[in-house]
């Protein structure tokens, strides 16, 4: 009766961990419907806003409180985030080539991130300090023009666009057939 039991437990089976190329169909369903919103975001929002010189809009999505409890999220860092973690379906047990391919794409949205808030930041009057002694008595350097910035900010979205349309054509050569590709910008 005992060596029955054993040879029962033995053979039942182990729980199922399902990571990595196993999962990509539903997290296709969660992660692509962010992405293609991200995409009509840098294509149309962002430089809507840049055009605008909306500084403060463009700061707020630049925002990437994450740190905080309930710290503000802007749509930058939620689209980046969002392509990080579809990334991560293309790897297993160990990290894929595609997935560095799309990571090394999502390291480029990520510095637009930064620079759209600094641009921002500049926009707003909050630049750097300069002069005084240790950061003390310092004045903060004046706006540049908002040409300027605006011709800046719009370097950053189109280097961003084009991260974005490389990482869609690799995510959607990578993809299996049953996921639908995602639309290039």
Do not use: C, H
């Amino acid at each position: 009766f005992v060596a029955g039991l054993a040879g029962a437990a033995v053979s039942l089976p182990t729980l199922a961990s399902a990571r990595g190329r196993g999962t990509q169909p539903a997290m296709s369903q969660r992660y692509q419907p962010r992405i293609v919103a991200f995409g009509k975001y840098l294509k149309s929002d962002l430089p809507a806003k840049i055009n605008a010189a909306d500084w403060a809009g463009l700061k707020a999505d630049a925002a990437a409180e994450v740190d905080k409890k309930k710290g503000a999220v802007g749509p930058l860092y939620r689209g980046a985030s969002s392509m990080t973690l579809w990334a991560s379906t293309f790897s297993d047990s160990a990290v894929t080539q595609t997935q560095k391919d799309l990571d090394a794409q999502v390291d480029v949205i990520s510095g637009l991130r930064d620079e759209i808030e600094s641009i921002a930041k500049q926009g707003l009057g909050e630049g750097k300090k300069t002069g005084g002694f240790f950061g003390v008595g310092g004045k903060t350097e004046p706006p540049p023009p908002a040409a300027t910035l605006k011709k800046s900010a719009l370097a950053a979205v189109a280097a961003a666009t084009k991260a974005y349309n490389e990482y869609v054509e690799v995510s959607n050569k990578a993809a299996p057939f049953e996921i639908n590709p995602i639309p290039p910008i």
